[in-house]
Nanobody
């Protein structure tokens, strides 16, 4: 069982930045895929960014050029740098990993962007 704990959410003004962190209970190197999802009130959970163990990275069109996913392959932490934040980025952000075909989720961290 993989445990994931996010941190770094909060309230920020539009145009500002936040950096989310997700600490896993084991090495990032063991995961086939790592990523971030978000869920806004009344909406379905959606992919924000993901990266695979062989280096392929994918971003939602709405965040391309503003968000960057990264990970510490030698450790157990993954990150989501969020710049030029917009009100529509307001959501609960979840980190997600896949290990041996199973999906694991963190508990989520709230990001609120005020105009």
């Amino acid at each position: 069982q993989v445990q994931l704990v996010e941190s770094g959410g909060g309230l920020v003004q539009a145009g500002g930045s936040l950096k989310l962190s997700c600490v896993a209970s084991e090495s990032i190197f063991s995961f086939e895929s790592t990523g971030w999802y978000r869920q806004a009130p009344g909406k379905q959970r959606e992919l924000v960014a993901s990266t695979t163990s062989y280096g392929r990275t994918n971003y939602a069109d709405s965040v391309k050029g503003r968000f960057a996913i990264s990970k510490d392959n030698a450790g157990s932490t993954m990150y989501l740098q969020m710049n030029s934040l917009k009100a529509e980025d307001t959501a609960i952000y979840y980190c997600h990993v896949v290990r041996q075909g199973f999906n694991y989720w963190g508990q989520g961290t709230q990001v609120t962007v005020s105009e």
